[in-house]
């Protein structure tokens, strides 16, 4: 596991934007179409914005980029409370990537049910041979998508791809999460966490915490802490 840290939350976004460029290029210029598993919360937002605006972007074919979600809140396609709107309106509003590729995890008001939704979405992520990066937003308990800790329903290691979430501590209640399983294809896992309040979850990473969603998700290639002084209680 390698730790990278930043000044401040814009400059690790920064960051991780230089080094998912460098990602997805080299895997252009091999000829493949590369794909990257995106996610929500604060350091998703802001790593989706130096994505969407640096101007280091502008060498990836963003149209040749496959773009999955680790986790999609239950609600209307159109809710501003999505995951998938923050990559609307911070990367493809200013990338020209192709819908065809861009999978979404349904929603609440598609006719169908969460349990179909979640089905149908392991079907396309098993249907993906590679996964190349996971962007994994850690929350201050160690709940990495919607995987949360004491969970034991969420947290096999032979789950499905993906699996419908009801009663998440973190609001809103039902979801669809990516599995450890899924996760775990990655070739890099990026763990986001900055801000004193994730300090007990990157000391738990830090320490391989039994039962720590966060600290269970490795990548097959690396695992990477993005974080801050203040996570690292420094
Ligand atoms: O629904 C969500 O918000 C995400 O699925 C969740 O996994 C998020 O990435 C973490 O909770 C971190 O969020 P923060 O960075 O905002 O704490």
Not at 30 to 47: K, N, R
Not at 96 to 121: E, M, Q, T
Request: charged share 25%; glycine share 10%.
């Amino acid at each position: 596991m390698r730790v990278h840290t930043a000044e401040d939350r814009n400059r690790l976004a920064n960051d991780i934007a230089e080094s998912c460029f460098e990602v997805l290029a080299a895997r252009q210029d091999l000829g493949e179409i590369p794909c990257i598993v995106l996610t929500g919360g604060g350091m998703g937002e802001a790593s989706l914005r130096a994505m969407g605006t640096h101007p280091d972007g502008d060498r990836i074919a963003w149209d040749r980029v496959r773009f999955l979600w680790g986790d999609e809140r239950w609600v209307p396609a159109r809710s501003s409370d999505r995951n998938d709107r923050l990559a609307d309106e911070l990367l493809f509003a200013h990338r020209d990537v192709d819908a065809a590729l861009v999978h979404r995890i349904g929603s609440s008001d598609s006719g169908r049910s969460l349990d179909d939704a979640a089905r149908a979405y392991a079907e396309v992520v098993d249907g993906i041979d590679r996964i190349d990066v996971v962007l994994c937003g850690v929350g201050p308990d160690g709940h990495v998508a919607s995987l949360f800790p004491g969970r034991e329903d969420l947290l096999g290691t032979e789950a499905p791809a993906a699996l419908p979430v009801r009663n998440s501590p973190k609001p809103p209640p039902e979801r669809v999460t990516l599995s450890i399983p899924a996760l775990q294809r990655g070739e890099s896992v990026w763990l986001l966490a900055t801000g004193a309040e994730k300090a007990p979850a990157v000391r738990g990473i830090l320490s391989a915490e039994q039962g720590l969603p966060a600290a269970i998700v490795e990548g097959r290639a690396e695992t990477v802490v993005w974080t801050d002084r203040l996570a690292l209680g420094a």
